[in-house]
């Protein structure tokens, strides 16, 4: 990867990534896409993460499957060595996509608005 590039962090099979896969396209906006489902998050890089968004809790889907079917002591991590525990078990928990610009500025999630703001497209 060149460091001109953000990088794109999510799932090859989730639609909103695609989406904004397809958006950066559209735009010429130059990404690297990285699955990490295939391509694991060093749990250091998701504490960092976690902290640049402000807490885990900016950093995990609640609202999804996963989380709904796990069992309910595993959804109060206490540490952040059981939050990357459980993301490492379950990456489909970590929003998306998580946008990883060169500066290391980051952001999560996809809506068009939000890309046009945040590309200055």
């Known amino acids: 990867m060149t460091q001109s590039n953000l990088t794109l962090y999510g799932l090859s099979n989730c639609d909103t990534c695609k989406k904004a896969r397809n958006w950066l396209t559209r735009f ?3 990404h690297e896409f990285v699955d990490y489902r ?20 900016k950093l995990v889907n609640k609202s999804g499957t996963t989380w709904r079917n796990l069992l309910p002591q595993r959804k109060n991590p206490g540490t952040d ?3 990357t525990l459980l993301l490492k078990e379950y ?6 996509p998580v946008v990883v610009q060169p ?8 809506t068009d608005n939000g890309f046009k703001k945040l590309f200055g497209r």
């Open 103 to 110: 500066d290391g500025a980051m952001s999560v999630g996809f």
């Open 91 to 96: 990456p489909a928990l970590v929003r998306r």
């Open 81 to 83: 060595s059981e939050w």
């Open 28 to 30: 010429d906006v130059a």
């Open 38 to 57: 295939a391509n694991p998050v060093p749990p250091a890089t998701l504490k960092a993460w976690a902290q640049q968004l402000g807490g885990w809790e």
